[in-house]
T-cell receptor, first 112, second 115 residues
Framework: GENVEQHPSTLSVQEGDSAVIKCTYS??????FPWYKQELGKRPQLIIDIRSNVGEKKDQRIAVTLNKTAKHFSLHITETQPEDSAVYFCAASIYNNNDMRFGAGTRLTVKP | EPEVTQTPSHQVTQMGQEVILRCVPI?????FYWYRQILGQKVEFLVS????????KSEIFDDQFSVERPDGSNFTLKIRSTKLEDSAMYFC?????????????FGSGTQLSVL
């Protein structure tokens, strides 16, 4: 089955700097790649997703890039703020398959 | 925004006991899921459920686990004889359409501790 690897496991940045989190996946049939943010004690919530027919998607300070050939995708957060501090999970799944596989998570800390 | 609700938020049980974790998915959603997260590890897929039957399950979801939609609103996960390694946060999720290409809405989780 699909295996998703995520790096780094922890990331600390200064407020205003950029943060990049990277994921790789194993199943070339995967075509949907969401990112979830989980604040301490709260539920995971979708922040951005990308499908395999595009290489990049942007939503304000958040962007995701996808390289299908290399089977990796990345989350980019620019101008980080303390409220960006959370655990971020990447995931991958195949259309028409309900088995979504998650990465191990990255704990992002943004220092004021 | 509508939310998935889970009860209880914390559950403590003795090894070998049965537990039932409860979830109320968002009312117009059709697909339901259970995930678990062992402390410090990744969120792991357990099972998906559609049209009153399991649509996919992972290798974790063995005979000790079962799911049920006993009425029009609840979705439950039962662990028949709990083991120490079942201790984890269990998340329920739902989606309006098939989850393979769709946003999942997660509940706030049930922290299960097996002693």
């Amino acid at each position: 089955g699909e295996n998703v690897e995520q790096h780094p496991s922890t990331l600390s940045v200064q407020e205003g700097d950029s943060a990049v989190i990277k994921c790789t996946y194993s199943d070339s049939a995967s075509n949907y790649f969401p990112w979830y943010k989980q604040e301490l004690g709260k539920r995971p919530q979708l922040i951005i997703d990308i499908r395999s027919n595009v290489g990049e998607k942007k939503d304000q300070r958040i962007a995701v890039t996808l390289n299908k050939t290399a089977k990796h995708f990345s989350l980019h957060i620019t101008e980080t703020q303390p409220e960006d501090s959370a655990v971020y999970f990447c995931a991958a799944s195949i259309y028409n398959n309900n088995d979504m596989r998650f990465g191990a998570g990255t704990r992002l800390t943004v220092k004021p | 925004e509508p939310e998935v609700t889970q009860t209880p938020s914390h559950q403590v049980t003795q090894m070998g006991q049965e537990v039932i974790l409860r979830c109320v998915p968002i009312s117009n959603h059709l697909y339901f899921y259970w995930y678990r997260q062992i402390l410090g590890q990744k969120v792991e897929f357990l099972v998906s459920f559609y049209n009153n039957e399991i649509s996919e399950k992972s290798e974790i979801f063995d005979d000790q686990f079962s799911v049920e939609r006993p009425d029009g609103s609840n979705f439950t996960l039962k662990i028949r004889s709990t083991k120490l390694e079942d201790s984890a946060m269990y998340f329920c999720a739902s989606s309006p359409r098939q989850g393979g290409n769709e946003k999942l809405f997660f509940g706030s989780g049930t922290q299960l501790s097996v002693l």
